[in-house]
């Protein structure tokens, strides 16, 4: 059963480009999750979904930033006009249930230049 | 509202003697609590979790964990030192009542001294 895979580990992108980070949960998993992690800081949620459903994106910069996670398919957070401010790990987890275990992937280093 | 709070941001011992990382919570409800080790560069693992069960987690790598409820602690403590354990260690707490999210405490980077 291969782990949470996120791809790309790293991105470069430039001011103004757009981001796409993937994540595919383990097997079997229906809940996905969204984390940020800034330099020197914890890990700070951003949104939770299940299969077609955004459950709670309280954590999510209101413009710029979606995700989505299809029937078919990984989880994908989306990052509209990126600005340096953005640079981070954004860090995808998934779990059998609410509240259960997360399984954290490597992780995306977004870089923007 | 729940939170976290991990009293130390560095730590540093001498390979081979105890380890103690503190981690207190606050939480409304029952609450479920985990530690995840970050090694440089690398995702997050879980160490153990405390899930209403018996008070006295262990968890891998000879790490292990008291939930302390009147103390509202979870502290990880290790007998032995090693050098591979130096990373940073994460103290997380999820309740009914967080609604989807866990909350991660800010860190502990743990050194080990040859």
């Known amino acids: 059963n291969a782990g949470v895979m996120q791809n790309p580990r790293h991105l470069v992108r430039r001011r103004g480009q757009e981001a796409r980070l993937r994540c595919s949960p383990m097997?079997?998993?229906?809940?996905v999750y969204w984390y940020r992690q800034l330099p020197e800081e914890g890990l700070k949620f951003m949104v939770y979904?299940?299969?077609?459903?955004?459950?709670?994106e309280s954590g999510m910069p209101k413009e710029r930033f979606s995700a989505e996670f299809p029937k078919e398919g990984p989880s994908i957070l989306r990052i509209q006009q990126v600005v340096r401010g953005d640079s981070a790990a954004y860090f995808c987890?998934?779990?059998?249930?609410?509240?259960?275990?997360?399984?954290f992937g490597q992780g995306t280093r977004l870089t923007v230049v | 509202a729940q939170s976290v709070t991990q009293l130390d941001s560095h730590v540093s011992v001498s390979e081979g003697t105890p380890v103690l990382l503190r981690c207190n919570y606050s939480?409304?409800?029952?609450?479920?609590l985990f530690w995840y080790v970050q090694h440089p560069n690398k995702g997050l693992q879980l160490l153990l979790k405390?899930?209403?069960?018996?008070?006295l987690v262990k968890g891998i790598n000879g790490f292990e964990a008291e939930f302390k409820k009147s103390e509202t602690s979870f502290h990880l403590t290790k007998p032995s030192a090693h050098m591979s354990d130096a990373a940073e260690y994460f103290c997380?707490?999820?309740?009914?009542?967080?609604?989807?999210?866990?909350?991660f405490g800010t860190g502990t980077s743990l050194t080990v001294i040859p």
């Open positions: 939480s409304s409800y029952s609450p479920s």
């Open positions: 979904l299940q299969k077609e459903n955004i459950i709670d």
């Open positions: 997380v707490v999820s309740d009914s009542n967080t609604g989807n999210q866990f909350y």
């Open positions: 405390y899930t209403s069960a018996a008070t």
């Open positions: 987890a998934s779990s059998p249930g609410q509240l259960l275990e997360a399984f």
């Open positions: 097997k079997g998993h229906s809940h």
